[in-house]
């Protein structure tokens, strides 16, 4: 049973980071509910862009969760200065990954699309939403750091309150700017794209105002620098490096699919687009949890509480496999009437509904992976370990079964998705042996003194 001081931090940080990643889902759904009106083109080449932009989200959250890891073990620890570094030392990492996907999506984005569809109409649509949506670069970088560091200052409401205006303004502009209301241009694909980067600029500044009053009125010490310790630059290295390089080779396996299901056809790939709203809003609904997992179990760590965090790590276990049979009974329920929101072929939402069918069968592995692996196993600043685990699942297992199960046994692409996504039962596997072991926990910051 959890205790009631772990129920209270699960609500305090889960519940509005949940809130906050529902929202930032929820803004994908209205581009594509309001897309869809445009035909199936139009919607697969917003889900081939999302592919790529996904990308730099993906490798930006990893650099995210390493300064998450570290801030959480040195507030566990009371090292203000150790907090401050652990900030701006990723985040100026994060600053060089934003300039170089920012130049590739304004310079060269038709050759980028051109790797992922061999449709022109598609690749000329996707290349447009690609080109308006570098914008959001970054301030969803600014955005996602600054949150971090509200949740370990246990405001977590902040960034979801934040969020809440995001998806406000971003349904109004979306409306405007996509249908051309008013005195506005109807700009279609590239208008979803914009009203999108300028919500995330609205999300940036509220974020950034809200965490400077927070920050004067916890006085907490959080100052730009230039040069760091070398044993600081060490830990921070040694623990980001392998999470980087992991994430970075998952994402770059997840475009890889898109490839496959680009190469499949229009139609095929639009009911894959169609799936990937319900993907990140059910993946959505347990980011809170995995956000919670790796601040709470540690903060345990950097206090050298190890029997404490080997009990939260459990409750989140049985926490997430819970919830993930759950949202994925709900899943199978509702894609029939969800996949009615769209002006696409009868033939399309039939294979939608597959592919729904076939991503519930995969959820709760998806999310045990996001929770354990992700949050709990990671907060010991055990990212070597999981650098090889994603990717053993995803190029030792998914990739190949992908182009397998599409271009030799030519199965339909519902088979194809449920066949590659099997990847994520071999990462389950691997990560509760590793959660068992318990040779994930270490507190980083105490083995920093002793170096």
């Known amino acids: 049973m959890m205790n009631k001081d772990f129920k209270r931090q699960l609500k305090e940080i889960a519940l509005p980071v949940t809130i906050q990643c529902l929202m930032q889902s929820s803004l994908s759904l209205i581009d594509q509910i309001m897309i869809g009106s445009l035909g199936s083109e139009s919607i697969a080449g917003i889900g081939l862009a999302g592919k790529f932009t996904s990308l730099y989200s993906v490798t930006l959250a990893a650099v995210v969760t390493v300064a998450g890891i570290l801030i959480a073990q040195y507030r566990g620890a009371k090292d203000d200065k150790g907090v401050s570094d652990s900030f701006f030392f990723p985040f100026y990492f994060a600053l060089i990954l934003t300039a170089f996907f920012s130049v590739l999506s304004l310079c060269a984005p038709e050759s980028i699309m051109g790797i992922y569809s061999n449709d022109a109409s598609t690749i000329e649509k996707a290349a447009v939403y690609l080109k308006w949506r570098s914008a959001e670069y970054l301030p969803s970088?600014?955005?996602?750091?600054?949150?971090?560091?509200?949740?370990?200052?246990?405001?977590?409401?902040?960034?979801?309150?934040?969020?809440?205006?995001?998806?406000?303004?971003?349904?109004?502009?979306?409306?405007?700017?996509?249908?051309?209301?008013?005195?506005?241009?109807?700009?279609?694909?590239?208008?979803?794209?914009?009203?999108?980067?300028?919500?995330?600029?609205?999300?940036?500044?509220?974020?950034?105002?809200?965490?400077?009053?927070?920050?004067?009125?916890?006085?907490?010490?959080?100052?730009?620098?230039?040069?760091?310790?070398?044993?600081?630059?060490?830990?921070?290295?040694?623990?980001?490096?392998?999470?980087?390089i992991g994430e970075f080779l998952w994402s770059l396996g997840e475009n890889m699919y898109a490839v496959i299901y680009g190469h499949l056809g229009t139609e095929p790939c639009a009911a894959m687009t169609l799936m990937y709203p319900i993907q990140g809003i059910a993946i959505g609904a347990l980011c809170g949890i995995s956000s919670a997992a790796g601040i709470i179990t540690g903060n345990s760590l950097g206090a050298n509480d190890e029997e404490k965090a080997w009990s939260q790590a459990l409750d989140f276990v049985r926490l997430?496999?819970?919830?993930?049979?759950?949202?994925?009974?709900?899943?199978?329920?509702?894609?029939?009437?969800?996949?009615?929101?769209?002006?696409?072929?009868?033939?399309?939402?039939?294979?939608?509904?597959?592919?729904?069918?076939?991503?519930?069968?995969?959820?709760?592995?998806?999310?045990?992976?996001?929770?354990?692996?992700?949050?709990?196993?990671?907060?010991?600043?055990?990212?070597?370990?999981?650098?090889?685990?994603?990717?053993?699942?995803?190029?030792?297992?998914?990739?190949?079964?992908?182009?397998?199960?599409?271009?030799v046994f030519r199965l339909p692409i519902w088979w194809v998705y449920f066949i590659l996504s099997l990847e994520e039962y071999v990462r389950l596997v691997i990560s509760v042996w590793l959660l068992h072991s318990r040779k994930w926990m270490r507190n980083v910051t105490v083995k920093e003194q002793e170096e």
């Open 141 to 244: 970088a600014v955005t996602l750091f600054v949150s971090t560091m509200l949740r370990n200052m246990n405001r977590a409401k902040l960034p979801a309150a934040a969020g809440v205006a995001a998806i406000i303004s971003n349904t109004v502009l979306n409306w405007l700017l996509i249908f051309g209301i008013g005195i506005f241009p109807r700009m279609e694909a590239a208008g979803a794209a914009l009203a999108t980067s300028l919500s995330r600029c609205l999300e940036m500044a509220i974020v950034l105002v809200l965490f400077i009053k927070e920050k004067k009125a916890q006085d907490v010490y959080l100052k730009p620098a230039l040069h760091f310790s070398k044993e600081f630059i060490k830990k921070a290295v040694e623990i980001l490096v392998p999470i980087l």
């Open 320 to 407: 997430t496999v819970i919830s993930g049979i759950a949202i994925g009974v709900i899943v199978c329920a509702l894609s029939p009437f969800y996949v009615k929101l769209f002006n696409v072929a009868p033939e399309t939402r039939v294979v939608t509904v597959k592919i729904l069918i076939a991503f519930a069968l995969v959820f709760t592995a998806k999310v045990f992976n996001m929770v354990v692996g992700g949050g709990v196993l990671q907060s010991g600043g055990q990212t070597k370990f999981m650098t090889a685990v994603n990717i053993i699942g995803t190029w030792g297992f998914g990739v190949p079964l992908g182009f397998i199960s599409a271009y």
